[in-house]
């Protein structure tokens, strides 16, 4: 057996193990932290629709067209184990046709070193809100939630739903959609 080699071997499993070591440290003192914060979120404009879904055979399915206002001040999430956050804006509302639907409308990327406040007026979603019906129309309740999802350095990944969801209803009646040809 050469001594050096067996001696650059164990330097080497020591050196890892060592990493291991402080790697998880580091998983520890950010696991128990809680990833909270509060989010206000408010609808500004809420339209309904009735019109062919491309995506479903052409079906006559609901739309939903908003934009919302969004604040929240996500700053004291970053801690050094923090790579980034991935922010994502869900509709969850009930239908005749399912208990429970789930809707991303929207999505953000905030990446360390960039500004964790949001604050928006009169936001756009980013993704097409359809039903698979007509679910949308009259709905009574449907509630908007920021969520989002910790891409940490080391360690798990905790899904957070951010505090102050915001319920809103549909109109009873579809707007107007101009016909293309
Ligand atoms: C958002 O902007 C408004 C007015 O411009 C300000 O009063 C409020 O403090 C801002 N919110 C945050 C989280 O910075
Ligand atoms: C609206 O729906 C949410 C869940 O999607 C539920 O927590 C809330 O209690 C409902 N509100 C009303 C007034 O039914």
Redesign the pocket.
């Known amino acids: 057996m050469n001594t050096f080699f067996s001696r650059s071997n164990a330097l080497l499993a020591f050196t890892l193990s060592v990493l291991a070591a402080l790697t998880f440290l580091c998983f520890l003192s950010t696991y128990f932290r809680a990833y909270q914060a509060d989010v206000a979120l408010k609808t500004v404009t809420v339209v309904v629709k009735n019109v062919p879904d491309y995506s479903a055979n052409r079906e006559m399915n609901d739309l939903g067209y908003i934009t919302f206002d969004l604040e929240a001040d996500l700053t004291s999430l970053f801690n050094w184990n923090v790579k980034q956050l991935f922010l994502y804006l869900t509709a ?2 009930q239908s005749s046709n399912n208990k429970l639907n789930q809707v991303v409308l929207w999505d953000k990327i905030i990446r360390r070193g960039e500004s964790a406040i949001l604050n928006y007026s009169g936001l756009n979603t980013k993704y097409y809100f359809w039903d698979d019906g007509k679910g949308l129309v009259g709905n009574k ?1 449907v ?1 908007l939630t920021l969520s989002w999802n910790v891409v940490p350095n080391a360690g798990h990944l905790p899904n957070i739903f951010g505090d102050g969801g915001h ?1 809103f209803k549909f109109p009873l009646d579809y707007a107007p959609s101009v016909r293309s040809h």
């Open positions: 969850e509302y309740n509630t319920s």
